[in-house]
């Protein structure tokens, strides 16, 4: 079973740094993207930053920048390095990969999500 495990979470004051990473139980190059997804209560989740396996990093404007998703094979792990953070990045991180399966599909796996608050 794919599991994704998130930590690093945590309480940061306006201007600090956080990073994030997401242990992935299976090989990181068996997604076809890993990403992070950040929900604020009463919100939809929204697309923070991805890692197709092929091509190039996404990030959302909001972020753009600041973040920066990247895949670390030793670990097998995917990490989110939070820079120049402010109060509205404040929100549940979440870890998600999209994994090709045999039947050819596409199945989507997400991890347990990290609180991160950015306040004084």
């Known amino acids: 079973q794919v599991q994704l495990v998130e930590s690093g979470g945590g309480l940061v004051p306006p201007g600090g740094s956080l990073r994030l990473s997401c242990a992935v139980s299976e090989s990181i190059f068996s997604f076809s993207v890993l990403a992070w997804y950040r929900q604020v209560p009463g919100n939809q989740r929204e697309l923070v930053a991805s890692s197709p396996r092929y091509g190039s990093r996404w990030y959302s404007d909001s972020v753009q920048g600041r973040f920066t998703i990247s895949r670390d094979i030793a670990k097998n792990s995917v990490d989110l390095q939070m820079n120049s953070l402010m109060p509205e990045d404040t929100g549940v991180y979440y870890c998600?990969?999209?994994?090709?399966?045999?039947?050819?599909?596409?199945?989507?796996?997400w991890g347990q999500g990290t609180q991160v608050t950015v306040s004084s």
């Open positions: 998600n990969g999209e994994r090709p399966e045999p039947t050819g599909s596409n199945l989507n796996y």
